[in-house]
């Protein structure tokens, strides 16, 4: 089971960027799909979520209204359409895969994570 995160880059404040998380080695389509981020010396902080079953989506409230989360269940994959990027978005972001297919901002619930994408937003 592998979860494979891309699509990070360098981008200027106000700026898009559109992470892509690929699921591969079983069916994901009742798992949530998250995207976490981290920068050097914090916690992992959760971002958004796509739930399995309820299709309910979450989100931070610091990306609220300029982050979007989609998800494709028969290509196995999540998106994380970014806009309106901000220097404090930059992290290494993680998408992961919770097989209660419920949405939690705690990271500890998640099984399955993806190597992580860098996103670096300049001012």
């Known amino acids: 089971v592998q979860l494979q995160a891309s699509g990070g880059g360098l981008v200027q404040r106000g700026g898009s960027l559109r992470l892509s998380c690929a699921a591969s080695g079983r069916t994901f389509s009742g798992y949530a799909m998250s995207w976490f981020r981290q920068t050097p010396g914090k916690e992992r902080e959760f971002v958004s979520c796509?739930?399995?079953?309820?299709?309910?989506?979450l989100y931070a409230d610091s990306v609220k209204g300029r982050f979007t989360i989609s998800r494709d269940i028969a290509k196995n994959t999540v998106w994380l359409q970014m806009n309106s990027l901000k220097p404090e978005d930059t992290a290494v972001y993680y998408c992961a895969a919770d097989g209660s297919g419920s949405c939690f901002s705690s990271d500890s619930v998640y099984d399955y994570w993806g190597q992580g994408t860098e996103v670096t937003v300049s001012s």
């Open positions: 796509a739930g399995g079953r309820s299709g309910a989506v």
